[in-house]
């Protein structure tokens, strides 16, 4: 038996990724079209970005919280959330939730440790590098990290909320993905955690200037590894 995995979902795009990941990677370990029992639910991205935009956490929280329960009440025995930003609301959500749940900066920074990187370029969100999402796990870790100029994150977080999230991969900005991404190498960092749930279908791992931490497809591997656990 394996347990019955919930996606709280908030971008369509990402949250695509995570569910096609945990159904490709399963048949490696459970056998061919089989995978763990996954339900899905999200309310719309653009009540979420009311409440991220004027920084109520509380109102990302209570959104989070009816997505798992409703998850919960429907049978799921695990959560994960593939989307970075809205985990600033976890310590808000973890407490009040009817089931587990894996925190995606968590898997991020043992995927970092267990490969020996120590300073991560963290892209994402606005609001994401500028939070304390990924800082307060990566210290817990021992990993440094560092995030683009303020005129990059700008530019980053129109490229998500404009083109990645509406499913639109250009390749100029898969390009300026690159750019940016090799100023933090040149400042020292040893890896890069794809830490927005859309980057991930615009960089390039085969061409980009550092080794990349995919955090959906991580997330989406490690509940599939806890979803089989005996």
């Not at 973890?94 to 892209?123: D, G, N």
């Not at 960089?203 to 995919?214: F, G, M, R, S």
Request: contains cysteine; negative net charge; hydrophobic residues 45%.
């Amino acid at each position: 038996m394996t347990k019955h995995i919930g996606i709280v979902a908030c971008s369509a795009e990402g949250a695509a990724l995570c569910y096609r990941t945990l159904c490709q990677e399963a048949a490696d370990c459970l056998g061919e079209h089989m995978h763990p029992e996954v339900s899905m639910h999200t309310h719309p991205l653009g009540k979420y970005m009311e409440h991220i935009r004027s920084g109520h956490w509380a109102g990302v929280a209570e959104l989070m919280l009816s997505s798992v329960k409703k998850l919960a009440a429907i049978g799921a025995q695990l959560a994960i959330c593939p989307d970075n930003t809205i985990h600033q609301a976890f310590p808000l959500v973890a407490p009040a939730s009817p089931i587990p749940w894996l925190h995606i900066a968590e898997v991020v920074a043992q995927e970092a440790k267990a490969r020996r990187f120590h300073t991560l370029a963290i892209l994402g969100t606005k609001y994401l590098m500028t939070g304390p999402v990924y800082p307060s796990v990566l210290e817990r870790y021992g990993i440094g990290y560092r995030i683009p100029d303020q005129a990059d994150r700008e530019e980053i977080d129109r490229i998500i909320f404009s083109e990645l999230v509406n499913g639109v991969f250009q390749e100029p900005s898969r390009l300026y993905f690159n750019r940016v991404i090799q100023k933090l190498k040149d400042q020292g960092c040893d890896a890069a955690a794809l830490a927005c749930t859309e980057i991930p279908l615009i960089v390039d791992p085969a061409d980009c200037p550092l080794p990349t931490l995919d955090s959906t497809r991580l997330l989406a591997k490690a509940a599939l590894q806890e979803a089989i656990k005996a």
